[in-house]
């Protein structure tokens, strides 16, 4: 995933400067994003993979709160992409929205630190998923 999303950051932002930030489990994404943001990045893109086990939610409701929490602190967009592996019935479905989520969650925070607030308002309200079929645009 984070290849994916490295390449999908300098197609879109040639001009990007991208530091990677390997950490040894999701429960430690929301210090190392803190860390980044202090560095002096605009924005940062945390991937990680969930396991089916109830710990293994609970693990991912810390982080995603820690998150949140990162977020508010710094008034910096965290773009969360989480695969939960009870999300499809096979490896090959799995790789597939794990794909799909980090190329379209790299684009997102592309946009919004080049482009800025607004960059994503066109996008609104059409359904768009990452990771499965687009829903389809609200009337």
Known sequence: ???IA????RREDPEADIVRYTVPGIKDLPVAA???IDSGCNGVITLG?????QLDKYSYLATSIGLITVQIMTSTHVIDVTVHEDEAEDEE???EIAIDRTRKHSVNLVRLVRDGKNALTGMAGKGL???YRNAGQLD
Not at 6 to 9: D, H, K, L, S, V
Not at 49 to 53: D, H, L, Q, R
């Open 1 to 3: 995933m984070g290849e």
């Open 6 to 9: 490295i390449n999908t950051i």
């Open 34 to 36: 803190k860390r980044l």
């Open 49 to 53: 993979w969930v396991g089916k086990t």
């Open 93 to 95: 479905s799995l790789k």
């Open 129 to 131: 998923r990452q990771g």
